[in-house]
C-alpha cells in the first residue's frame, strides 16, 4: 500500500513540479538531504598552474563537509577550448546537479551553456568565470583589485617614480585582463610621475614569459619594475632577470606563489607579491553550486579575496594557508 502511495504521488509531482522539483521532493520524503545525492563537476580552464592544486583542495574539503560526489578536470596547458568542449560536454551527459566552470572562451561554449539551462543544471563560474548572463554566479579574486594592490606596492617600493612594465598570460581572459586593467590604471591615474613602457602576455608558461619578459628589457633598458601577473608570468620575469644579470636593478612584483617565485621572495629577489586564495575559492565554488541546485537566490558575483606577501610576513599561518609550492 505505502509503495502505491508513493507511485501516485510521484505521477502527481510530474504534473504539477516537473522532473527536477520531483527528484528533490522524493528525496525529501525519504528524508535524504538534496546534498547528499547531487554530482557536480569542476571544469578548470587549465591545470599547468599549482594554483588548481589548493583550488581542488578546498573542492574536496567542501564536497566531503556537504557529502556530496565531485570531479576536477580541464585541459593540461591553458588555452584549449576544444579540450574544454570535451569535458563540458562529458559532464552534460551525466546530468549534474551544476557545474562549476572557468570558461577558456565562453564565446565557443555558448551552445552547451544554453543545453545546460534547457536541462535546469545551473552554471556557477569560478576563477576567470564564464562571460554569459547564463551563468548564475561567479566565485572568484576580485581581479581588478587585486591589480590595483600591485600598482600600489609597486609605487610604493619605487617612491612613486620611474618606468614599469607588466606580463600577464593573456588578453583575452577576464581574470587576466582585469588584474591588467587594474595595475595599469592606477599606475597611470594615481602615479604622474610613473610610466606603464610595457606590457606582455605570456600565456602563463614560464619559458614564454621569460622570453617576453627580456624583449621587454632589451627594449626598455631603463624599466624600474616588473609585475608578473599570474603564477607562471611571475616565475618567467624571475627567470629573465637572473638570465640577464639584473639582480638588484629591478624591482619584481609576483602574483599566486610557487617555489620559484617563494624562493626568491626569501632570497629578497623579489620585493613581494599578491595572492588568491585558491582553497577557499575551490571550498565557495562547490557550496554555491549547492545553494543553486536548491534553487536559492546568489549575488552576481562573490569575492574570494586576496593578500599582499613580502619577507616580513611570508611565513606566518595567515599568508602559508594561501600559498603552494
Not at 522524493?26 to 528524508?31: A, D, E, F, S, V
Not at 589548493?54 to 567542501?62: I, M, P, T
Not at 536541462?119 to 564564464?130: K, L, M, R
Request: glycine letters at 10%.
Amino acid at each position: 500500500m505505502k509503495k502505491k502511495l508513493m507511485i501516485i504521488l510521484a505521477l502527481l509531482l510530474v504534473i504539477s513540479f516537473g522532473a527536477t522539483n520531483i527528484y528533490a521532493e522524493l528525496q525529501r520524503i525519504n528524508n535524504v538531504t538534496t546534498s547528499q545525492m547531487i554530482y557536480i563537476p569542476i571544469i578548470a580552464k587549465g591545470l599547468q598552474a599549482k594554483f588548481w592544486d589548493k583550488v581542488l583542495q578546498g573542492a574536496k574539503e567542501a564536497a566531503d563537509d556537504h557529502h556530496i560526489t565531485i570531479t576536477f578536470e580541464g585541459p593540461v596547458g591553458e588555452g584549449n577550448v576544444d579540450e574544454q568542449i570535451i569535458f563540458l560536454k562529458n559532464a552534460l551527459e551525466k546530468h549534474p546537479g551544476a557545474i562549476i566552470l572557468s570558461a577558456v572562451d565562453a564565446k565557443a561554449i555558448t551552445p552547451y551553456l544554453e543545453e545546460a539551462r534547457e536541462a535546469g543544471i545551473p552554471i556557477i563560474g569560478f576563477d576567470s568565470g564564464v562571460d554569459s548572463p547564463i551563468v548564475r554566479t561567479t566565485v572568484a579574486t576580485d581581479n581588478y583589485g587585486a591589480g590595483v594592490l600591485a600598482a600600489e606596492k609597486m609605487a610604493e617600493l619605487l617612491n612613486k617614480s620611474g618606468k614599469v612594465g607588466i606580463i600577464v598570460q593573456d588578453a583575452t581572459s577576464r581574470v587576466a585582463t582585469d588584474r591588467r586593467d587594474g595595475f595599469v590604471d592606477t599606475i597611470e591615474q594615481r602615479y604622474p610621475a610613473m610610466d606603464v613602457a610595457a606590457v606582455g602576455y605570456g600565456a602563463g608558461s614560464v619559458p614564454l614569459s621569460a622570453e617576453v619578459a627580456k624583449k621587454i628589457f632589451r627594449e626598455h633598458p631603463d624599466i624600474q619594475g616588473i609585475f608578473g601577473a599570474n603564477e607562471g608570468s611571475a616565475q618567467g620575469v624571475v627567470d629573465a632577470v637572473r638570465a640577464l644579470d639584473k639582480e638588484g636593478e629591478v624591482t619584481i612584483i609576483g602574483f599566486d606563489s610557487g617555489k620559484i617565485l617563494l624562493d626568491a621572495m626569501r632570497e629578497g629577489f623579489v620585493a613581494g607579491a599578491v595572492t588568491q586564495k585558491p582553497a577557499d575559492m575551490g571550498y565557495l565554488a562547490v557550496e554555491t553550486a549547492i545553494r543553486a541546485f536548491r534553487g536559492e537566490s546568489l549575488p552576481a558575483f562573490i569575492d574570494t579575496g586576496f593578500v599582499w606577501y613580502d619577507r616580513s610576513n611570508l611565513d606566518s599561518p595567515e599568508i602559508q594557508e594561501h600559498l603552494y609550492e
